[in-house]
């Protein structure tokens, strides 16, 4: 049975990466150690192909396999959201009969990419594709990746007319929009921070939690931070948050997954792998990470 959206995704979510062997291959045992590792470390719930997970350099059953594992790895322990995008609708609907096949909890789908559509054109795509499934549907606003913002009007209104829309990660940075979107959403629409930086003013204005990248190399830290917020002792999670900065800073100077993947190879987690066209983050700044993790705790 599937978990209920409404109680499965506040909290910490660990947007996951894909570790990769030096040759660039998938390497499933070391994503199999971090999906338990989230586990182990108090994270709610755990997001598959997302961002993070490098999804468009991922070809269609490499994306099966890496699903499959962390849901075979996880077992039914967290609830699972998983990433679907893309700049075609009727292309988006398709890839919606694929998986089919995984037993996952929600889906996140970004605003689509390159074709740069007007708030119409979002509100007829996400009616479009809300339509197509009765999985729990979340949007994924993220306008520094996809060059479209989802404004909160636009936001509200599909919410409206979309039952199974049941919230939104928002990563636009935008704050006005944001703190308007939490003021006049509808009840029980969740509003999920998608920026590591901003959770902590975000959750206290409101938000629902908190789908993050940091908590690949640091799921303890982050987790109680967040939980922290949830129950309103503010000089805790403020303490964890003024620790974590210099290293969330550094760990989106060159972009993402880079520094997440940097950090993580830093503490012995993974192998510095990516495929191109990301490549790893500069010596320089490789080293200042290292510098910063020896005054922080490794969890």
Same mark, same amino acid.
């Given at each position: 049975?599937?978990?209920?959206?409404?109680?499965?995704?506040?909290?910490?979510?660990?947007?996951?990466?894909? /570790?990769?062997?030096?040759?660039?291959?998938?390497?499933?045992?070391?994503?199999?150690?971090?999906?338990?590792?989230?586990?182990?470390?108090?994270?709610? %719930?755990?997001?598959?192909?997302? +961002?993070?997970?490098?999804?468009?350099?991922?070809?269609?059953?490499?994306?099966? =396999?890496?699903?499959?594992?962390?849901?075979?790895?996880?077992?039914?322990?967290?609830?699972?959201?998983?990433?679907?995008?893309?700049?075609?609708?009727?292309?988006?609907?398709? @890839?919606?009969?694929?998986?089919?096949?995984?037993?996952?909890?929600?889906?996140?789908?970004? +605003?689509?990419? %390159?074709? @740069?559509?007007?708030?119409?054109?979002?509100?007829?795509?996400?009616?479009?594709?809300?339509?197509?499934?009765?999985?729990?549907?979340?949007? %994924?606003?993220? /306008?520094?990746?996809?060059?479209?913002?989802?404004?909160?009007? +636009?936001? #509200?209104?599909?919410?409206?007319?979309?039952?199974?829309?049941?919230?939104?990660?928002? =990563?636009?940075?935008?704050?006005?929009?944001?703190?308007? #979107?939490?003021?006049?959403?509808?009840?029980?629409?969740?509003?999920?921070?998608?920026?590591?930086?901003?959770?902590?003013?975000?959750?206290?204005?409101? =938000?629902?939690?908190?789908?993050?990248?940091?908590?690949?190399?640091?799921?303890? @830290?982050?987790?109680?931070?967040?939980?922290?917020?949830?129950?309103?002792?503010?000089?805790?999670?403020?303490?964890?948050?003024?620790?974590?900065?210099?290293? +969330?800073?550094?760990?989106? @100077?060159?972009?993402?997954?880079?520094?997440?993947?940097?950090?993580?190879?830093?503490?012995?987690?993974?192998?510095?792998?990516?495929?191109? /066209?990301?490549?790893?983050?500069?010596?320089?700044?490789?080293?200042?990470?290292?510098?910063?993790?020896?005054?922080?705790?490794?969890?």
């Amino acid at each position: 049975m599937r978990h209920d959206p409404h109680t499965a995704f506040k909290g910490l979510g660990t947007a996951l990466i894909t /570790p990769f062997t030096p040759d660039g291959q998938i390497d499933f045992p070391r994503l199999s150690q971090l999906v338990n590792r989230m586990i182990d470390n108090g994270v709610d %719930y755990l997001l598959a192909l997302g +961002t993070t997970s490098e999804y468009p350099t991922l070809a269609p059953d490499e994306k099966d =396999a890496v699903l499959r594992c962390i849901l075979e790895t996880n077992a039914g322990r967290l609830p699972v959201m998983v990433g679907l995008g893309g700049p075609n609708t009727q292309f988006m609907i398709r @890839k919606l009969e694929r998986l089919a096949a995984f037993e996952v909890d929600a889906i996140l789908t970004v +605003t689509p990419y %390159y074709n @740069k559509p007007s708030q119409a054109g979002l509100v007829a795509h996400y009616k479009t594709f809300a339509a197509a499934t009765d999985m729990p549907v979340f949007l %994924y606003n993220v /306008p520094g990746r996809t060059s479209c913002n989802l404004e909160c009007e +636009t936001t #509200l209104r599909i919410a409206e007319e979309c039952p199974n829309v049941v919230g939104i990660k928002e =990563a636009s940075g935008k704050m006005k929009q944001i703190l308007q #979107l939490i003021a006049k959403r509808r009840e029980g629409f969740m509003v999920i921070s998608g920026d590591d930086l901003l959770t902590l003013p975000l959750m206290a204005s409101g =938000a629902d939690g908190l789908i993050s990248v940091m908590s690949n190399a640091f799921p303890a @830290k982050v987790s109680a931070m967040v939980h922290h917020i949830m129950a309103g002792r503010m000089d805790e999670a403020r303490a964890i948050h003024q620790q974590l900065v210099p290293l +969330t800073i550094d760990c989106f @100077k060159e972009g993402s997954p880079a520094g997440v993947k940097a950090i993580m190879f830093a503490m012995g987690l993974i192998d510095n792998a990516l495929r191109l /066209p990301l490549v790893p983050v500069s010596d320089k700044l490789q080293e200042e990470i290292a510098l910063l993790l020896s005054d922080t705790p490794k969890r």
